[in-house]
């Protein structure tokens, strides 16, 4: 797995195709590109908060590799020592439901296997807004 450093290169970099398939109106991968972003960016922060160089993918006990080898997004940020500002009543609170909530199931992956005209124009605007206001906390952490 990549080391923390890696990752918040590979976080903006993701940011930065999300902002590309938003222009092309590509909205399916754009809504996957978000999750992948924010999902990269948690796991940097993870390493940050657990003083790790690389972001553990293998462990001799199976129980830490299946907590740490997954896609849930709640799950990511939990590690990430963010579950009580994220649920709080503040406008981070806010931003992260409204982004959780456009996801189907809780394994975002999925999103490859739906219809493309599942998202509107509008969704994915309010998609990137939230992950504007959490990707802005992440990086001040991490």
């Not at 908060?49 to 830490?64: I, S």
């Not at 806010?94 to 959780?100: A, D, L, N, R, T």
Request: hydrophobic share 45%.
């Amino acid at each position: 797995m990549p080391s923390r450093s890696q990752l918040k290169i590979i976080a903006n970099s993701r940011l930065k195709t999300v902002r590309i398939l938003i222009k092309a109106k590509d909205w399916q991968m754009a809504a996957y590109m978000m999750a992948m972003t924010l999902e990269i960016a948690l796991k940097a922060l993870i390493c940050k908060k657990l003083n790790l160089t690389k972001y553990p993918d293998h462990h001799r006990d199976n129980t830490v590799q299946h907590f740490f080898k997954t896609h849930n997004l709640r799950n990511l940020a939990l590690l990430a020592g963010l579950n009580q500002e994220l649920t709080n009543t503040n406008q981070l609170s806010k931003k992260w439901k409204k982004f959780i909530s456009i996801f189907p199931t809780k394994n975002w992956p999925d999103i490859r296997y739906m219809p493309a005209n599942k998202w509107s124009e509008t969704e994915i605007q309010a998609m990137m807004s939230a992950l504007s206001v959490i990707l802005t906390k992440i990086k001040k952490l991490w």
